[in-house]
Structures are given as C-alpha cells and as structure tokens.
C-alpha cells in the first residue's frame, strides 16, 4: 500500500505532500479539502487554529525540516518553511515532499493555504 499524498496549493504554486501512518494524520486527512487563512509565526512557520481537535501525541521538535507539517497541541495546524531547531512539542503530520520553493510561495504575511487529497 502506498503512504497518503495530499496536495498542497499557495496561489499557483502547487506541492506534494506525504502524510504519516498515525491516528493524528488520518484524522487531518478525513476533514480534508480545506482551505484556511494561515497566520505568519517567527519567520519560519505558518498556523491556523483548526476547528475541530485532533488526536495528538507530541514529541520534543528537535531538527524540524522545511515542508514538516505538524500538530502544535490537538488543533493549530503548522506548516515550516525552514529549517530550524526547537524544543517545542509537535505531532507530526506528514512533509512536503518537495519544499524548494515552498518558502518563496508562502512568503512573508497571512496567506490562505488549500489542502486537499490527492
């Protein structure tokens, strides 16, 4: 069985996402299409507060990578776009399986952010 994509698009800039086996990224994929306003955080990520909880199990960040699409407690959704290290707790979601670029799409402000299966 081949892992769940999603697709991931930011005005005309299209990505590929892979989604994790865990109760929280099919959680994520079941309220799929969506399309949200994502809020700009610390110049290396975006969230939005989701409307509905998901199952959470959180780790420590560590190494977070560009395109790492995470869980910060049971419902704000969080989109990295770069590389950094934290000691903040996230459940990872899934990645971008291609980020070049993903930094330029989502540039600096409030964007809106459509996920959708694919």
């Known amino acids: 069985?081949?892992?769940?994509h999603m697709k991931i698009t930011i005005g005309k800039a299209v990505f590929t996402a892979t989604l994790y086996d865990n109760p929280s990224a099919h959680a994520f994929k079941a309220m799929l299409p969506m399309t949200i306003d994502m809020n700009e955080l610390n110049?290396?990520?975006?969230?939005?507060d989701l409307s509905n909880t998901l199952p959470a199990k959180s780790t420590v960040g560590g190494d977070l990578k560009a395109g790492d699409l995470a869980l910060y407690?049971?419902?704000?959704?969080?989109?990295?776009?770069?590389?950094?290290?934290?000691?903040?707790?996230?459940?990872k979601l899934g990645s971008v399986d291609h980020p070049s670029g993903l930094a330029a799409a989502?540039?600096?402000?409030?964007i809106v952010v459509k996920f959708e299966k694919n």
Do not use: I, R
């Not at 989502?106 to 409030?110: I, P």
């Open 1 to 4: 069985m081949s892992a769940p």
């Open 43 to 48: 110049g290396n990520e975006k969230y939005d």
């Open 73 to 91: 407690g049971n419902k704000v959704l969080v989109l990295f776009y770069k590389n950094f290290h934290t000691s903040y707790s996230y459940t």
């Open 106 to 110: 989502l540039g600096a402000g409030n």
